[in-house]
C-alpha cells in the first residue's frame, strides 16, 4: 500500500502536476491513525492512501491545498481534545509531516527544425521537461533533443491529444516549417489551459495567421495571449541567439519578471 501511495506522487509529477505526500510520524494515546502511515495528496485534491480519516485528515488535507502554491514542506501536531484547534474528545496527540513533489515546468515545441534543436537543448539545462512534436522522423536523432523527455513523432490533430496541459506547468512554443502549420496546431491547442504559447514569425505571418482564424470564429482576446512574434528583442538572428532569446522570454513569465536591465546607474 505505501509502494502504491508513493507510485501515485510519481504518476502526478510524470503528468506535470504537483503532489503532498503526508507521513503520519507518532500518535500518543487515543488518536483515529496508526504511526507511519502515509497519504498522498494531488494538487487536485483527492487523496490516496489515509492518516486515520476524520477531522484530523481532513484538515491535513485542507492545508496541503493551501500549501501547494508554495510548495513549503511543513510539520503537524494536533492535540485531541475539547482544548485542541479540532475539538476532538480522542484525548491523544497526532504528529506528522508534509513534503510537497513538484513536478516539472513542460515545454511542448512543435516542430524539429534549427530554432526548436537549440531551445530544446537550452530548455533541459534550466529544469524542463521537453516534448517535441513533428511528423518528420530525421530530426529524432538530432544531439540537441539527446535528453528531451519525449519525440511525438506524428501529425498535429493526433499529438495534442498525448499532452496533458496544465495552468501553470506547461509552456507551448510553435515553430513549424510553416504559417498552415502553426494554425492547424493552434486550432488545437486554443481553449486548452497552458501558462505560455509563443509563436515564431514575422508581423506579416503573424497577422496572416490571426486572420484566417478570426474568419472561422475564433476571439481576438484568445489569439492575444499569444506571445507572437516570440522572444525578447535581444538576438542578432542567429538560430543560436534566436533560442536564447525565446528562452529568456519563457523565463520572464514563469518567474513574473519585468526583463529589465539591472545595470546601477
Do not use: W
Request: charged content about 30%.
Amino acid at each position: 500500500m505505501k509502494a502504491d501511495i508513493l507510485e501515485k506522487i510519481y504518476e502526478e509529477n510524470q503528468k506535470g502536476r504537483d503532489a503532498a505526500l503526508v507521513f503520519l510520524i507518532e500518535n500518543k494515546g487515543s488518536t483515529p491513525g496508526e504511526d507511519n502511515s502515509l497519504m498522498a495528496v494531488t494538487s487536485a485534491g483527492k487523496s490516496f492512501g489515509t492518516i486515520g480519516g476524520g477531522k484530523i485528515e481532513a484538515d491535513v488535507i485542507r492545508r496541503c491545498m493551501e500549501g501547494f502554491p508554495k510548495g513549503e514542506s511543513f510539520e503537524f501536531d494536533y492535540n485531541l481534545s475539547q482544548n485542541g484547534e479540532l475539538k476532538m474528545s480522542c484525548g491523544g496527540d497526532s504528529r506528522g509531516f508534509v513534503k510537497y513533489f513538484k513536478a516539472a515546468n513542460h515545454l511542448v515545441i512543435f516542430g524539429a527544425g534549427h530554432i526548436s534543436q537549440k531551445l530544446a537543448r537550452i530548455a533541459t539545462k534550466t529544469n524542463f521537461e521537453v516534448t517535441v512534436i513533428d511528423d518528420r522522423s530525421e530530426f529524432r536523432e538530432s544531439p540537441d533533443f539527446s535528453e528531451i523527455k519525449d519525440y511525438i513523432e506524428a501529425p498535429i490533430e493526433e499529438a495534442v491529444g498525448e499532452i496533458d496541459f496544465d495552468k501553470d506547468k506547461t509552456y507551448i512554443v510553435l515553430c513549424t516549417r510553416g504559417h498552415a502549420h502553426d494554425a492547424k496546431a493552434l486550432r488545437k491547442i486554443l481553449g486548452k489551459e497552458f501558462h505560455y504559447l509563443g509563436m515564431i514569425g514575422s508581423k506579416a505571418k503573424v497577422l496572416r495567421v490571426f486572420k484566417e482564424l478570426e474568419e472561422e470564429g475564433y476571439k481576438r482576446e484568445d489569439l492575444e495571449q499569444i506571445y507572437t512574434p516570440i522572444g525578447l528583442d535581444v538576438d542578432n538572428g542567429s538560430v543560436e541567439e534566436i533560442a536564447i532569446s525565446i528562452m529568456a522570454e519563457i523565463l520572464m513569465v514563469k518567474n513574473k519578471k519585468g526583463g529589465e536591465i539591472q545595470k546601477l546607474n
